[in-house]
């Protein structure tokens, strides 16, 4: 079973969110999604300042495997991006829940998080697959 922190939300496609105490959001990949994906070798991240919706295409990985979209869990502005990636795309294998954060968005319907899975509710998707 994959690491799985018990304070984030998950979308069906791996994607995790932490909101902040400022009211904005860091959105990664998974544990289980980096595992299923291999060696992370490019990873191209949005623009900030973009507007997104939520399930929009924002982001591309691509592995020794394959190549997959990241989508936004959440619609809101996209604050700032974790440029380190650009260099290092492979700290997503290492690190996919602390230093390895995709971008920050400023959330503009918090009623948005509660369409996404809790621990219990991800766990449970993740063993399925």
Sequence with gaps: MSNIPEDL??????E??????DGSATIGISDHAQDALGDIVFIE?????IIVTA??????VESVKAASDIYSPI??????????LIDAPETVNASPYE????????IAN????????????????????
């Design 9 to 14: 939300k998950f979308t069906p496609t791996h």
């Design 16 to 21: 995790w969110v932490r909101i902040g105490e």
């Design 45 to 49: 991240l949005p623009e900030p300042g």
């Design 55 to 60: 399930k929009q295409e924002v982001a591309v």
């Design 75 to 84: 619609t809101g502005e996209i604050l700032e991006i974790n440029e380190d």
């Design 99 to 106: 230093n390895a954060w995709f971008f920050k968005i400023r």
């Design 110 to 129: 918090i009623v948005e998080i509660e369409d996404l899975m809790d621990f219990d509710a991800y766990s449970e998707h993740c063993s399925g697959e």
